[in-house]
């Protein structure tokens, strides 16, 4: 088994089919998405491919160390992730193959008017194994 991580964007990827902004939807429309992010979880949970999962509430900060005794600096020149990433689902499967196929079905939760999003999913697989020195992309 190999684990992903599902990120869902704001923005950053292609646009999505049904690309209507959640503050437009109506409450409806918002229950019924997350009613279909549940049963895909839930679905998930009993074929023993689900880890986790969490929407992200949209505000937030970057915080890095400046030094001893020196309070965290927060933001910067950064794109804001709470404007790009609106959740993420990490899920354990035996293939790429398969996540994949979750992430493609996961896709297609309903949006504004009902109808599919068919919104762009980042898959990105967990490190098997810590990089060594020379692989490690910062060097």
Same mark, same amino acid.
Request: some cysteine; overall charge negative.
């Given at each position: 088994?190999a684990k992903?991580?599902?990120l869902k964007?704001? !923005?950053?990827a292609?646009?999505p089919?049904n690309?209507?902004p959640?503050?437009?939807?109506t409450?409806e429309?918002?229950s019924a998405h997350?009613?279909?992010m549940?049963?895909?979880?839930a679905?998930?949970?009993k074929?023993g491919?689900?880890?986790g999962?969490?929407?992200l509430?949209?505000?937030?900060?970057?915080?890095?160390?400046?030094?001893e005794?020196?309070?965290?600096?927060?933001?910067?020149p950064?794109a804001?992730t709470k404007?790009?990433?609106?959740?993420?689902?990490?899920?354990?499967?035996?293939?790429?193959e398969?996540?994949?196929?979750?992430?493609?079905?996961?896709?297609?939760?309903p949006?504004?008017?009902?109808?599919?999003?068919h919104?762009?999913?980042?898959v990105r697989?967990?490190?098997?194994?810590q990089?060594?020195?020379?692989?490690?992309?910062? !060097?």
């Amino acid at each position: 088994m190999a684990k992903y991580l599902l990120l869902k964007h704001y !923005r950053g990827a292609p646009a999505p089919v049904n690309d209507v902004p959640m503050d437009q939807w109506t409450p409806e429309e918002i229950s019924a998405h997350v009613q279909y992010m549940n049963d895909f979880a839930a679905r998930l949970e009993k074929t023993g491919e689900f880890v986790g999962g969490q929407a992200l509430a949209p505000e937030g900060a970057w915080v890095r160390y400046d030094g001893e005794g020196r309070p965290p600096v927060t933001d910067g020149p950064f794109a804001e992730t709470k404007d790009l990433i609106a959740g993420w689902m990490v899920i354990d499967v035996d293939s790429y193959e398969r996540a994949v196929e979750l992430a493609g079905e996961l896709s297609a939760a309903p949006g504004a008017g009902g109808k599919p999003i068919h919104e762009w999913l980042e898959v990105r697989p967990f490190l098997a194994a810590q990089p060594t020195i020379t692989e490690c992309p910062h !060097r």
